[in-house]
């Protein structure tokens, strides 16, 4: 959901895998922040036209939620990932969340695949879920297509400096004490993986393509290192 902070004029954007879980129960506590939005949304068909809690700004607007006069006093906030470390993270979920297909569970009981976060396993999620195959393709289903969360927003906080970016945001709208971010909603299964030791060239080289215009706006790379680590997180 949404978090609109009426009080020091800031709209917050949940997008997800992004810490927005952190920030947006700080600045509820902190700052009697509101859910925009109690529950989905659907259309007369029963499609849902606006989810519960991740929604654009431009939807927001669409659906009245936010009207534009509204949205001319307002910092809009969002939150980014490195979209390398951010794939990772929606492995993990979906193994969490049990919500693989039979044929990956098939392929996981071959000889010599693990089915703790092997790098072949990972591969093949990426490649389901970025390029479907003819088959799944005849079935209806579509490549993965990033949303561009940050669109029209003003200020973007980035998952690997949190604090640094939600400092700057409050900042910008008065608040100068500090409020420490909570720690909520991790993902457990990663442990702290490091992206880096699980992607296959192949996975690679299908994340780069899909996140092509979220690496160049927000100058993320795969390995920081390689670029000074001023450019990724």
Request: charged fraction near 30%.
């Amino acid at each position: 959901m949404a978090i609109l902070c009426r009080d020091i004029g800031l709209l917050f954007l949940q997008a997800p895998h992004t810490g927005s879980t952190s920030l947006g129960t700080l600045l509820r506590e902190d700052f009697g922040g509101v859910k925009l939005l109690e529950e989905r949304v659907r259309d007369e068909r029963g499609r849902v036209v606006l989810r519960q809690k991740h929604q654009t700004l431009g939807q927001l607007l669409e659906g009245g939620l936010v009207t534009p006069e509204e949205r001319a006093e307002l910092l809009v906030v969002v939150g980014v990932r490195n979209p390398y470390d951010l794939v990772l993270t929606e492995y993990a979920r979906n193994r969490e969340a049990g919500t693989i297909s039979a044929t990956q569970r098939l392929l996981r009981r071959l000889p010599g695949v693990s089915a703790d976060f092997s790098a072949p396993d990972f591969e093949r999620f990426v490649v389901r879920r970025y390029t479907p195959n003819a088959l799944y393709r005849a079935l209806g289903r579509k490549p993965m297509a990033p949303v561009d969360w940050t669109a029209g927003a003003d200020h973007v906080i980035r998952f690997e400096a949190m604090q640094e970016g939600l400092d700057e945001a409050l900042r910008k709208v008065g608040v100068t004490e500090p409020h420490p971010l909570p720690h909520r909603n991790p993902t457990t299964s990663r442990r702290d993986r490091d992206y880096r030791t699980i992607y296959t060239l192949r996975a690679r080289e299908i994340v780069s393509a899909a996140y092509a215009r979220e690496l160049r706006q927000h100058g993320y790379v795969f390995d920081p290192e390689d670029e000074g680590g001023e450019r990724a997180g």
